[in-house]
């Protein structure tokens, strides 16, 4: 029987990391990849936080209907756009035998499994589980893991889609993170991401009983994980900034692993859209947040999200929100202009701006954070820094890893045939666009 699969990953890290663990339950039950055109399973994983990725989805379906050399192949569609339009895909695109929401993805590689040996059933897997959706363990033997914490969130900015396709926040236990982040250096990671909607207020809800039970909070947990045998780097993303805990930002600066770069969404730096959007922060707080991180960790960097054009943002909004990217110095961004998701507050509110508008302040405020992004890279030429390498040995010199902040770099070694997971001093020789290039200046450890 065909078992041959590919998986088209849309969206955030959280989507990144739900395929990666999809891809081995997969191959742990036979089945291996293939090109889209050959697959007799093509899985989509997709993302509804944007309008844009959401047509993307679309537009493949079409190509994959036209593209396919499989006669036998079919289409599975997951994430936050089959949450979100769910058995409408039946409707719509014949190929599509499977829809899976975000919490059904446990119970995904079995149902393919069935799809494939049953080729006249279609199913949907679109409930919402009360608790976190556990999954089996996989085992991977990348130098960077990534560990869910949570999932689903209880915010409900008016902007957003994803409290209606993730579902209200579940924390997942301490023990079953802490064993996935354990299994994970033991099979030789170095490096650690927690991953969520909203990762500090882990425990904050029913799944994590933190109200009663203080060992469930997000820094307690992040405390735990940094404590582990042979962790060299520890991250998370992505936190929300009215629930940054006077303990996380001691964290940065008590736990030598936790790198010195935070992603902390901004949105909007005029406390007007602020309270529209139902942040439930203004720019006093978020400023007071960026100076304590600072005070504890001086080396720390910042990344964040802005939404441009939110309706009802008139030019000085606009211009509040340049003036703070240009204050705080944000070494990345992702901006993009915002877009009316279904069932979201914003949707039904007045002040929509024209598109031409709204891509207008776009291209000012990435103009700027291009030229910052820069001369941030810049500004770390004939410095010391450590990079972990990402690939395996091969016959060029030059090796591909990243830095404590994230950033991509080329190392230049001395001849050493190290493994992936090494971690190697270097001395920053060039900056380019969107990389470093470095040589080995020290011994790997």
Request: proline share 6%; with cysteine.
């Amino acid at each position: 029987m065909d078992k041959s699969f590919h998986i088209s990953t849309f969206g955030c890290q959280m989507n990144v990391n739900d395929s990666r663990w999809l891809f081995q339950a997969l191959r742990s039950r036979g089945f291996v990849e293939a090109g889209p055109e050959e697959a007799r399973v093509i899985i989509l994983n997709t993302c509804s936080v944007r309008e844009k990725p959401e047509q993307k989805v679309y537009s493949l379906l079409g190509r994959i209907q036209r593209m396919t050399g499989n006669p036998g192949a079919f289409v599975a569609v997951g994430g936050c756009v089959a949450q979100q339009i769910g058995e409408g895909f039946f409707k719509r695109f014949e190929q599509v035998r499977l829809v899976f929401g975000t919490d059904a993805l446990p119970q995904t590689p079995a149902m393919i499994d069935r799809l494939c040996n049953e080729p006249k059933l279609r199913m949907s897997l679109l409930d919402f589980s009360e608790h976190y959706p556990e999954r089996e363990a996989q085992s991977t033997s990348e130098p960077s893991a990534f560990v869910n914490i949570m999932q689903g969130c209880d915010n409900f900015c008016a902007y957003c889609i994803v409290p209606f396709t993730r579902g209200q926040q579940k924390s997942r236990a301490p023990d079953a993170v802490l064993k996935e982040c354990t299994a994970a250096l033991a099979n030789g990671a170095r490096e650690i991401t927690l991953l969520g909607q909203n990762v500090n207020s882990y425990g904050q809800d029913i799944s994590g009983q933190a109200p009663v039970c203080k060992k469930n909070t997000f820094a307690e947990l992040l405390f735990r994980v940094a404590a582990l045998p042979g962790l060299a780097r520890l991250r998370f993303v992505t936190p929300h900034p009215k629930d940054v805990a006077s303990e996380i930002i001691e964290a940065f600066g008590s736990l030598p692993v936790l790198c010195p770069k935070l992603h902390l969404p901004l949105q909007s730096g005029s406390d007007r859209i602020l309270k529209r959007m139902g942040r439930k922060y203004d720019m006093a707080a978020y400023r007071n947040i960026v100076e304590r991180l600072r005070t504890a960790r001086p080396d720390i960097q910042f990344s964040t999200d802005v939404i441009v054009g939110f309706p009802g943002e008139t030019e000085e909004d606009f211009a509040q929100t340049v003036l703070v990217m240009q204050e705080i110095g944000f070494a990345n961004s992702f901006s993009f202009c915002y877009s009316d998701r279904p069932g979201t507050a914003a949707s039904q509110l007045d002040g929509k701006l024209a598109l031409e508008i709204k891509a207008e302040r776009l291209q000012r405020l990435q103009s700027w954070q291009n030229a910052h992004t820069q001369a941030c890279l810049d500004a770390l030429v004939g410095t010391q820094t450590d990079v972990l390498l990402e690939e395996e040995p091969g016959y060029s010199l030059r090796r591909q890893g990243r830095d404590p902040y994230g950033n991509p770099v080329h190392v230049c070694l001395d001849g050493a045939n190290l493994p992936a997971g090494s971690i190697v001093p270097v001395c920053v020789e060039e900056a380019k666009k969107h990389s470093l290039l470095a040589r080995q200046a020290g011994t790997p450890w």
